[in-house]
Structures are given as structure tokens and as C-alpha cells.
């Protein structure tokens, strides 16, 4: 299985980004799949979610702002991220459960995990 996520950059505050994972050796569509990011010095925390049944999850910091989706046909998962702000700066992580139903943002319950794509928001 490999995860491989591209779309990073820098970009100003108020700004948007697509990040995309794209995956081989693994469906999206029949798993838990969902975005991390860490900034320096900082745990790894789930930004959103999807599952097997489309159900998406996003945390609190986030809501409003950013959208996860997935394309079956390209076995993507993307990340829309809108009206950025200084604090979403992080290294963004694509990961990938074998499970499948509601999606978490516990780390330990995916399988997966894509080498990461840096996010910068600066001014």
C-alpha cells in the first residue's frame, strides 16, 4: 500500500489549497480514510475524515473551512482547504484504516500513512 500526497505549498492567510492522496493497493471507497496534520513541536491531530459510507468528520478547528471528498474513479481522497490561517500551518498526512464505519481521528486506528505534504500560511 502506498499513500502519496501532493498539493502543498505556502500560501497567504485568507487563501486556499487542494491536497490530494493518491493511493495504490488500497480502495478508498471501502475504508476509513482522513487527513492529520503537525506542526512543530505539536502532536498529531485529525483535521477530517470520511468513511466507507460518505459520512464525513472534521474537527472543531476546522469546520467551515475545510472539505474532504474522494473521487472512486482516481482512488483519490482530496482536502479542500479555504480561508486559511497562520495556525493550519503543518505537515498535512493522508492515512488509511483497513476498517471500515464512523471515522476517527485516533491515529492507532489507521494503517496507512502517506510521507506528508507541508502547508505554510504566511503573510
Known amino acids: 500500500v502506498q499513500l502519496v500526497e501532493s498539493g502543498g505549498g505556502l500560501v497567504q492567510p485568507g487563501g486556499s489549497l487542494r491536497l490530494s492522496c493518491a493511493a495504490s493497493g488500497f480502495t478508498f471507497s471501502s475504508h476509513s480514510v482522513g487527513w492529520f496534520r503537525q506542526a512543530p513541536g505539536k502532536e498529531r491531530e485529525g483535521v477530517a475524515c470520511?468513511?466507507?459510507?460518505?459520512?464525513?468528520r472534521y474537527a472543531d478547528s476546522v469546520k467551515g473551512r475545510f472539505t474532504v471528498s474522494q473521487d472512486n474513479a482516481k482512488n483519490t481522497l482530496y482536502l479542500q482547504m479555504n480561508s486559511l490561517k497562520l495556525e493550519d500551518t503543518a505537515m498535512y498526512y493522508c492515512?488509511?484504516?483497513?476498517?471500515?464505519?464512523?471515522?476517527?481521528?485516533?491515529?492507532?486506528?489507521?494503517?496507512?500513512w502517506g510521507q506528508g505534504t507541508q502547508v505554510t500560511v504566511s503573510s
Open positions: 492515512a488509511a484504516s483497513r476498517g471500515r464505519g464512523y471515522c476517527s481521528f485516533v491515529r492507532d486506528s489507521y494503517d496507512y
Open positions: 470520511i468513511d466507507n459510507d460518505g459520512y464525513t
